[in-house]
């Protein structure tokens, strides 16, 4: 009895120690002074915008200011915020051709943060909103992990606003929706109130996310634009399932799939390189998504 005592106490302890560590050394948001900050050490001019979005801030960061004919608009997983994408807003080659616009989902940075929004739709209406406000002739979304199906939904709702769709990593399939075991220390009573405000978020979207996929399953094989999904065989996150669902159910004229034997989850930063080539021959070229369908 006393030995299980000290365990859990010693577990307990680990856990404190674990959420300490990754609230001093993980940042789920960035405050607009430390945006113009981060930019203005790159020299890239910068603005932090914010749009009303059914009375709830909705927050973007671009960059590319002068471009107006070409928008590239990232959408990060869970947890996240429009910093994960800071690196391709800061890219020169990326700036020569397109505005570049990352955005604070709902929930998550500094677009009403801690207030979950588990609707996969109502995301995709916040993406358009932002989308619409700047009219450009070529448009590519681009979705990692959770941010997948949101661009996605994106083709199924408005595909006559976009150019293509990158999907990163994409959590996509319905029936194939992994619970960590970890994902229950967001739900949990004795542990959720120790967590930042992302991490709660995080969870309430996570175990609602299987019935949101549900949700827009039908709109899949309705799918009209250029997808290109992008996929490591290491992903221990998005498990190999999704690749199938979007084999499955995205018309194979507009399927772009790649696949990368030596990649875990994490695309955005393990695979940078790839990710912009993808972006800038969509830029430059808007209909080579077509002709490079099935490299």
Known sequence: MTLALRL??????????????????????????KVERYFEKRQVPVRAGYLDFHGKPSRYVETGLER?????VFVHGAPGSSNNFFSYLADSLLLKEARLVSIDRLGYGESALGQAEPSIAVQAEQVRQLVEQFRADTVVLVGHSYGGPIVAKCAMDFPEELTAVVMLAPVNDPDNEPIFW????????????MLPAALKVAADEKFSHAEALAAIAGGWKGISIPI??????????APL???AFSEKNIPPQYLNLIYLENTGHLI???????????LLKLLV???VAESEKGN
């Open 8 to 33: 859990s106490q010693w577990a307990f302890t680990l856990f404190v120690g674990l959420i300490l560590f990754i609230n001093s050394c993980v940042s789920f948001h960035t405050e607009d002074r």
């Open 68 to 72: 107006e004919n070409k928008l590239v």
């Open 182 to 193: 970890y994902s229950h220390f967001g739900r949990w009573k004795a542990t959720r109130w």
């Open 228 to 237: 290109f999904h992008i996929h490591g065989r290491k992903d221990g996150l």
């Open 241 to 243: 399932s999704n690749v």
């Open 268 to 278: 955005p930063w393990t695979d940078y390189e790839l990710v912009r080539e993808t």
């Open 285 to 287: 070229t808007p209909k």
